[in-house]
Nanobody
Framework: VQLQASGGGLVQTGGSLRLSCAAS????????IGWYRQAPGKERELVAT???????NYADSMRGRFTISRDNSKRTVFLQMNSLKPEDTAVYYC???????????WGQGTLVTVSS
């Protein structure tokens, strides 16, 4: 699976962005998809995940502000980010985990910068 993340950019505090993760290659519906982020000088952390069946999960600090969704027909997962804060500044990566095999793939990342 090849993953292409897009949608990052510069936004002011309180603003919104929608990230997209487009997949190509294997059967998309066989994959659980997650968004992760890595801020400068910090470790990569989980943002949100959506299973192949559509069940979602969020990190506590993102719950209520971020929404993850998937469109299997478009082979794309979205991350709607609202009420953005400067601490949300990071490179955001999408990850695809096969639900049948212990393999996963990473996209190249998209930079989100939230100005104060």
């Amino acid at each position: 699976v090849q993953l292409q993340a897009s949608g990052g950019g510069l936004v002011q505090t309180g603003g919104s962005l929608r990230l997209s993760c487009a997949a190509s290659g294997e059967i998309f519906s066989n994959y659980h998809i997650g968004w992760y982020r890595q801020a400068p000088g910090k470790e990569r952390e989980l943002v949100a995940t959506v299973t192949s069946g559509g069940t979602t999960n969020y990190a506590d600090s993102m719950r209520g502000r971020f929404t993850i969704s998937r469109d299997n027909s478009k082979r794309t997962v979205f991350l709607q980010m609202n009420s953005l804060k400067p601490e949300d500044t990071a490179v955001y990566y999408c990850n695809a985990q096969n639900k049948f095999r212990a393999v996963d793939y990473w996209g190249q990342g998209t930079l989100v910068t939230v100005s104060s």
